[in-house]
């Protein structure tokens, strides 16, 4: 099947191959998603399930758009983590544990310094660039699996946060009647560090949808060129596919093994800073069973993307799309995990959609050297419309 | 000291039961990283069927037949990871993965829907489980775990069965040639992990505590049995130190606050934490003579060489 892929000349045409795949899989997705429904309450499993997953954020809109839109911001950046990670050969699946280590110092930055909202986004950053590095050096110098050493450091890391943040209840950060961290939109003195919206809040009805999106969309763009049109990403690829021949080249393997991590964990914590400086909800450190979901929803996002870094950005949207979307089901006959269900049995599908990729390659190209090349785009801009609605 | 005690066992006997499932999998030459879904999965189908058992059935049978649901949910749901390992030849850190996140979401969903309050709260009676020796309180876990240790040795070094599974994750191609069925052995590696695993998951909700939610899944745990299964080196009685080794610092962060460790001031982040640490230390200092099966992680295909 590589080999296939790699014959053939266009990128176009494995791109367009990618899309359908991951429009499988979707489909599919959906499909089990439907019958789960008629499973649980099969009177309201068209009008009240079905469609109301569908439509995602418009159910309600513009309010339920911009919630969309705020959850779909981070969520891009821990998707770029795990994707930028994949391009160099590596599985970051500690994006969640990257993502707490971000959220600590955007919160700390932003509550105890009181700094300007782009200072707390950098704090974010490098501390979830910290936290992705660990796993890299393991990688580099003790030949651990990267993803064991992860998902070590994800608890680890959650652990850390909480007792920083909690520190037996009289912790500065935190607020003890909410048992959260302290509302930055409810002080003045924070107003600084809340990322500005020029006016989304409004149009959206919401209290948090800001420029984050366009921010992460940003971030998107300048991963795609950093791995495609320079040098440095050519050898953090160059170590993932075959770190021998990389050294052979004279890439210094170790470096660009702890370099790749520390990129993809700063992506991860950047996402926080945006999640967390939107002030879409705050930190609760009472929490210690679970890993914030952003960092594993990050791999389904990459997955779907097929690890693509502007394909990111059209994912996170359309799994930020359905999970709000399950927001929406009425409790009375739906569990709201109904969502969560979906995507997992996508990502599930992802897993091996190389083999659907196959098949349509084969069943679309059979006789491509034929095919006329103003064809083929059509279905790109389809799901483009699709998922970016 | 006799709290100390109890916990670690409980604990210890649940990353064991979890560990020796994934040193199946990974003998035959499969990474099951998706070892803490089959947890939440044989977890929640125990649970509902103690749930939904009469309560005039005899304590015996609630145990058996809640142990045996949730083994073949387990082994049911591992069939997705061998299935797309196996047949399909997908990545099986990214089908792991995705396993474990749809497993939350499937136990959530399931858990909604049969708990009278419409929350992934599921409460059932533990008492079955429960027996006590001279004051020192135990779940049937523990004798049960000590026996599948022992099965799980024999199985693995003095049957042929065991040979063949781990001829398949040193060298599938020279398995092959000698007549052993690759895939077949891999699926039976898969199996007994989902089946290990489902049982671990079990252990590990119901003892303790009357009602579970959901909504947490196991917390780690299938993780932390990961670490305890690579800090044994895949031995079964390396496997079982390791778990108890790890399962003082969880039932520390238990107790902490009723013995002379209270003085310390810690909260149980710190020694919710310690496990992990001391699992990446212990992993750097033995990465160099790693005792991993050869082949694992590298999906089997006849035609390569």
Same mark, same amino acid.
């Given at each position: ?389 | ?44 189908? $125990?649970? #509902?069927? /103690? ?9 015996? !049978? @609630? =145990?058996?037949?809640?142990? *045996? ?64 020796? $001279?004051? #020192?309180? /135990? ?9 599948? !240790? @022992? =099965?799980?040795?024999?199985? *693995? ?64 745990? $299938?993780? #932390?049995? /990961? ?79």
């Amino acid at each position: 099947m590589n080999k296939k892929k790699l014959s053939h000349s266009g990128s176009l045409q494995s791109s367009v191959t990618s899309v359908l795949a991951a429009l499988l899989c979707i489909l599919i997705g959906l499909l089990v998603g439907f019958l789960v429904l008629v499973a649980i309450n099969p009177a309201h499993a068209w009008g009240d399930g079905f469609v109301r997953i569908i439509k995602g954020g418009f159910h309600d809109a513009p309010y339920g758009v911009g919630k969309e839109l705020a959850n779909a911001a981070p969520l891009i950046m821990t998707g770029l983590s795990v994707a930028f990670a994949f391009k160099t050969g590596l599985f970051n699946i500690g994006a969640a544990g990257q993502y707490t280590l971000g959220a600590y110092g955007a919160l700390y930055c932003a509550i105890m310094l009181k700094l300007p909202w782009f200072v707390c986004l950098l704090a974010a950053a490098v501390l979830g660039g910290l936290w992705g590095a660990i796993p890299g050096f393991f990688k580099a110098y003790f030949n651990i699996n990267e993803v064991i050493t992860s998902i070590m450091f994800n608890w680890i890391g959650l652990y850390l946060v909480n007792e920083l943040i909690y520190q037996n209840g009289t912790g500065p950060m935190y607020d003890v009647r909410n048992t959260r961290t302290l509302n930055l939109s409810k002080n003045a003195d924070f107003a600084q560090s809340l990322i500005p919206d020029f006016g989304l809040n409004k149009l959206f009805q919401t209290n948090s949808t800001t420029i984050a999106i366009f921010l992460a969309a940003a971030v998107a763009v300048l991963i795609w060129v950093v791995l495609n049109k320079t040098t440095f990403g050519y050898e953090l690829k160059a170590v993932g596919l075959n770190k021998n021949a990389a050294r052979y080249a004279g890439i210094n393997e170790k470096k660009n093994i702890i370099l790749s991590m520390a990129i993809a964990g700063a992506l991860a914590g950047f996402g926080a800073g945006l999640f967390f400086l939107s002030n879409v909800s705050q930190w609760n450190p009472l929490n210690s069973t679970s890993l914030p979901g952003m960092g594993f929803n990050g791999i389904s996002v990459a997955l779907l993307a097929s690890s693509n870094p502007i394909g990111t950005v059209f994912s996170a949207l359309f799994i930020s799309h359905i999970s709000v979307g399950g927001s929406f089901l009425s409790t009375k006959f739906y569990p709201t995990e109904i969502s969560d269900l979906i995507s997992g049995i996508i990502i599930y599908l992802c897993a091996f959609s190389m083999l659907f990729r196959g098949k349509i390659q084969s069943l679309l190209f059979r006789n491509a050297e034929k095919t006329n090349v103003n064809a083929e785009p059509a279905p790109a801009a389809e799901k483009t419309k699709k998922e970016g609605k | 000291m006799l709290l100390l005690i109890k916990y670690t066992l409980l604990y210890g006997i649940v990353l064991m039961l979890v560990a020796l499932g994934g040193m199946f999998s990974e003998h035959s030459g499969i990474i099951n990283i998706a070892l803490e879904g089959i947890m939440v999965i044989g977890g929640v189908a $125990g649970v #509902l069927t /103690l749930t939904m058992l009469p309560a005039s059935l005899s304590p015996f !049978l @609630v =145990v058996l037949i809640s142990i *045996l649901v949730a083994a073949l949910a387990g082994v049911v749901y591992s069939l997705l990871l061998a299935f797309a390992s196996i047949n399909l030849k997908a990545d099986q850190t990214i089908g792991g993965t995705a396993l474990n996140l749809l497993a939350t979401a499937i136990a959530v969903v399931i858990s909604k829907y049969f708990s009278e309050s419409g929350s992934a709260k599921l409460n059932y009676s533990n008492k079955p489980f429960l027996f006590s020796i $001279g004051g #020192l309180e /135990l779940s049937v876990f523990v004798p049960l775990g000590l026996i599948l !240790l @022992v =099965v799980s040795y024999i199985v *693995l070094y003095k049957t042929r069965f065991g040979l063949r599974l781990r001829a398949c994750g040193e060298h599938p191609q020279a398995a092959d040639s000698v007549g052993i069925n690759v895939y077949k052995m891999r699926y039976a590696g898969v199996i007994l992990s989902g089946a290990l695993g489902a049982i671990g998951g079990l252990a590990y909700i119901v003892p303790p505590v009357q009602t579970w939610n959901f909504e947490v899944g196991v917390a780690g745990a $299938g993780f #932390l049995a /990961l670490a305890v299964m690579i800090f044994g080196q895949w031995k079964p009685f390396h496997i079982f130190g390791a778990a108890m080794f790890f399962a003082v610092f969880k039932s520390l962060a238990n107790i902490a606050d009723s013995t002379f460790l209270a003085q310390l001031h810690w909260s149980s982040n710190i020694y919710n934490m310690m496990p992990f640490v001391a699992s990446m230390v212990i992993l750097a200092f033995t990465s160099k003579n790693s005792m991993a099966p050869k082949a694992e992680g590298i999906p089997y295909d006849k035609g390569s060489r």
